[in-house]
Nanobody, 131 residues
């Protein structure tokens, strides 16, 4: 499993970015893909997830209405469109792949489950939002 994130950068408050996660080396359709955020000095936390088997999505309350997760199955790529960015969105964003077959179901609605931390992670992309 290989996950490569891109699209991070420096933006002003209220700005937008689109992160990309290019996936390879696994059966794309049988996975959940999550985006996790790690703010400086904080633990990693899930912000959004998409089930690649049925397209179901989930968002953390802090990003609901501002972030949109989507996928281009032909390109094996998952996107995170981030709008109205705020300084608290600053940090490293990681793309994570979790096998639905391994756990018998999608865990998109359980992004706090420890399973997410024992699976494949990308290297992360830095997002900095200035005030």
């Amino acid at each position: 499993v290989q996950l490569v994130e891109s699209g991070g950068g420096l933006v002003q408050r209220g700005g937008s970015l689109r992160l990309s996660c290019a996936a390879s080396g696994f059966d794309f359709a049988g996975y959940d893909i999550g985006w996790f955020h790690q703010a400086p000095g904080q633990e990693r936390e899930g912000v959004s997830c998409i089930s690649l088997s049925d397209g179901g999505t989930n968002y953390a309350s802090s990003v609901k209405g501002r972030f949109t997760i989507s996928t281009d199955n032909a390109k094996n790529t998952v996107y995170l469109e981030m709008n109205n960015l705020q300084p608290e969105d600053t940090g490293v964003y990681y793309c994570v792949a979790l096998s639905q077959r391994r756990y018998g179901a999608s865990l998109c609605h359980r992004m706090g489950d420890r399973a997410w931390f024992f699976t494949s992670w990308g290297q992360g992309t830095q997002v900095t939002v200035s005030s």
